[in-house]
């Protein structure tokens, strides 16, 4: 019955090519697309929908409260004498949740109904929010407990996003194969690490994207200490370490990978091209870091506000409120040009030294151990910044980082930084109590 069936279906609209599963077709599901997800996920999806639609109207009456409350001239009481950036956050925040809760109904539909594809997607997207909505959440609130719904949530959506779907995961299990089999053959041609296509320099997958950054974090922070010794304060040592453990300017790592994927492909265009792009990148890139610092944690690390080029203001440094400027754009412009010219072939062949039994493992290895640096990090900032801003330590959490990683420990690590408590987004700062 089931092969006749098939049979007939493969005569309709969608023909039988012989091929394995649904032809390659995602509108031909398969017999695992059509199996009903079980019964524990759908349950998950029931309590997705249900947070959703309880959301819904919570959110209806928060903007209608304010539509209210600026309708009948209260705008005073909710923004004060102009629009200030706790109340645009919170905007962006309650405007972002809106949009999540009704892609939670949609995504928990598709799981109770068993729309695998449909749900995988979904996931996908949700996914994208909700690291949206924690970044948001530390700029308004720190970090603290209420980053742990949503850290779950995360969780949950990224090891659903690829398993829901049998296809996809079906998918990705022959793809790492064929990974596996295109990486051994190409490090017997000596083509390890290279894009195979012709289309890139690089391969841009995780291993080597995550050895870009950890190489740049380390030569970044060389760069930065001795700019710094010769140009700046010559003569004068100063700590530039972005992390609170080893010697990592994280800033450089994450500008060394985003100038990989973007200059991947013009690796063999003219160098001016390649300086053009590295300079927007890098400085867009170095603004929206500073940016996020500072109305995260109040932290300023670095500002060109009183830059000038010869008997002019800086342009760069107006526009972008001194956290790029138009000097460091052009070193970002040199850096990209070195990098994706000189640096990166040379990076390639030192990754590849590393033991092909050790490559997954001692990655793995390696990223938990900056993983765990990044988030302590972030919590030390988060309390430097209530110390800063008078709020006593009230959980075990923030006694460990008061009695271990005090403020005289902090101005020592974060040499180049200083915390200013009232020019954050925080609705802990001290400017809410004015």
Not at 98 to 125: C, E, N, Q
Not at 134 to 147: K, T
Not at 191 to 202: C, P, S, V
Request: charged residues 15%; contains cysteine; hydrophobic residues 50%.
């Amino acid at each position: 019955m089931t092969s006749s069936t098939s049979a007939a279906a493969g005569t309709a609209s969608n023909p039988d090519y012989d091929l394995p599963g649904n032809d390659l077709d995602p509108n031909n599901l398969t017999a695992e697309q059509r199996k009903t997800i079980p019964l524990i996920i759908r349950v998950y999806g029931a309590l997705c929908a249900l947070d959703g639609i309880i959301a819904l109207p919570l959110m209806g009456a928060y903007f209608g409260i304010i539509l209210y409350r600026l309708a009948i001239g209260q705008e005073s009481a909710l923004i004060g004498s102009d629009l200030t950036l706790t109340f645009t956050m919170t905007a962006i925040g309650s405007v972002l949740t809106f949009i999540s809760s009704v892609a939670l109904i949609i995504f928990g539909w598709t799981l109770l109904k068993s729309y695998r594809r449909d749900a995988g997607l979904w996931a996908y997207a949700l996914i994208v929010m909700t690291v949206g909505q924690i970044l948001i959440d530390v700029m308004l609130q720190g970090i603290g407990v209420h980053l742990i719904r949503p850290a779950i949530q995360l969780a949950i959506l990224t090891g659903l996003s690829p398993t829901i779907d049998p296809t996809l995961r079906e998918e990705r299990e022959l793809q790492r194969h064929l990974r596996d089999l295109e990486d051994r053959v190409a490090a017997a041609g000596g083509m390890l690490g290279r894009d195979l296509t012709g289309e890139g320099y690089i391969k841009l997958n995780f291993f080597n994207l995550f050895w870009v950054f950890m190489v740049c974090c380390v030569l970044g922070l060389i760069i930065e200490v001795i700019f710094h010794m010769v140009y700046v304060e010559p003569g004068v040592y100063q700590d530039r370490a972005g992390l609170l453990f080893g010697p990592f300017s994280p800033i450089y790592g994450f500008g060394a990978v985003l100038l990989t994927i973007a200059l991947n492909r013009f690796y063999k265009k003219s160098f001016v091209i390649i300086f053009l792009v590295s300079a927007v990148i890098g400085g867009v890139f170095e603004a929206a870091v500073s940016w996020w610092m500072q109305t995260s944690f109040g932290a300023i690390a670095w500002s060109y506000s009183y830059e000038l080029l010869p008997g002019v203001p800086d342009p760069m440094a107006i526009l972008f409120a001194g956290r790029t400027s138009t000097p460091f754009m052009l070193m970002w412009g040199t850096l990209g040009l070195f990098w994706i010219k000189l640096c990166l072939p040379r990076l390639l062949k030192l990754i590849n030294l590393i033991p092909w039994k050790m490559r997954y493992s001692l990655t793995t290895v390696v990223a938990a151990l900056m993983l765990t640096n990044g988030v302590m990090t972030l919590q030390a900032l988060d309390c430097w910044f209530c110390r800063e801003s008078g709020i006593a330590p009230s959980s075990p959490v923030e006694e460990f980082y008061a009695e271990h990683f005090d403020n005289a420990y902090m101005e020592h690590r974060f040499q180049s930084m200083t915390i200013h408590p009232k020019t954050s987004s925080r609705v802990d700062s001290p400017k809410t109590e004015a």
